[in-house]
């Protein structure tokens, strides 16, 4: 085999080298294009939900602020996968370099994100938020964000303090509010859909267990939630590896074209 052949055949492996790249490059961005109009969808469908999650999230600074967070990081993704299918297909090195760079900010964001939660997650325990509604709830003042957010909740969940409707024992609330057991918002309402009024809400503010909610928020919402916090946390990593592999293909493309 002569010299010349085997460097041909050389460049020919290259080639099609870079050749397969390019088009793996192409489907890892598609699947981030699908990533970020899956973050979008859930951002929009938070903030037009008609079934009461979006009372919550506006009486909530945190979690509106969130909402956002996801918006733009959907439309941040949506972009991206766009530029990189584009980059990847006109084989442009201007492009490619600048996906590559956004996509990295944006891996070590989201990367820094996951660590913050793992650290704080102790913030997310019952005893805490037990704590949290004896100190804060006050139970009739609709200026606070707190107590707004908290009657939402147990109107939304239909469910009463944390664990039950003893945690208001001891409470502000029951300072504030001393002839009252538990809060309105813990009272019983009609079984019909979308029937709004009491059964009885003298009985239930007086601690009649047949007229309130007896079930704690917490595990109404952990129960209610359970399979969307496993399926997000599935797709953070599924998400987190899909953009590695994309940098690593731009990279690689990048460093091929001519």
Known sequence: MGLGEAS???T??????LSCIKYLMFVFNFLIFLGGSFLLGVGVWVLVDPTGFKEIVAAN???FTGVYIILAMGGMLFLLGFLGCCGAIRENKCLLMFFFMLILVIFLAELAAAILAFIFREHLTREYFTKELKRHYQGYNNTDVF???WNAIMNTFDCCGVN???DFEESLFRLVNPNEKVPAACCRRGSHPGDSAYI???ECLMGN???RNNKGCYSAVVDYFELYIYVAGAL???VLTIELFAMVFAMCLFRGIQ
């Open 8 to 10: 041909a055949r050389g």
């Open 12 to 17: 020919a492996m290259d080639r099609d080298c």
């Open 61 to 63: 600074p945190l979690l």
């Open 147 to 149: 107590t707004g957010t």
């Open 164 to 166: 039950s409707p003893e």
């Open 200 to 202: 009885s809400q003298e």
């Open 209 to 211: 267990m047949l007229f």
């Open 236 to 238: 953070a990593i599924v």
